[in-house]
């Protein structure tokens, strides 16, 4: 896996994946974790130090909340790169929501 130094408005973050379309996905996927916790993320509520980044996505969290742009930006050099790869923030999104749909159906599917 590549090391992705991915950006999109107040987000940045460095990010281990396949691709830079993967990278976008999990950029995309921990931003929007700040407003729509999982599952996952209610178990670690009785314990916030499993919380991966340490704070909790609810609005009482001293954390300022990360916005995104029309564009998320992924290099493998740094950020604020003149030859990074740019991707519309939309159609990661639109693809990120797929897959929490989908991941979503097979949950119900194994609980039936």
Known sequence: ?????????????VV???STRK????AVHQVMQQVLPTEEDNDSSA???SNHHGNSPS??????????????RISERGYDRNDCSELPTMEIV???NEMVLTLDRLQRMMHS
């Open 1 to 13: 896996m590549a090391k992705f130094y991915v950006q999109s408005g107040t987000f940045r973050s």
């Open 16 to 18: 281990s994946a396949d």
């Open 23 to 26: 990278a976008a996905l999990w």
């Open 47 to 49: 314990n916030p130090q």
């Open 59 to 72: 609005s009482e969290s001293n954390q300022p909340v990360a916005v995104l742009d029309g564009r998320v």
């Open 94 to 96: 639109a693809e990120w």
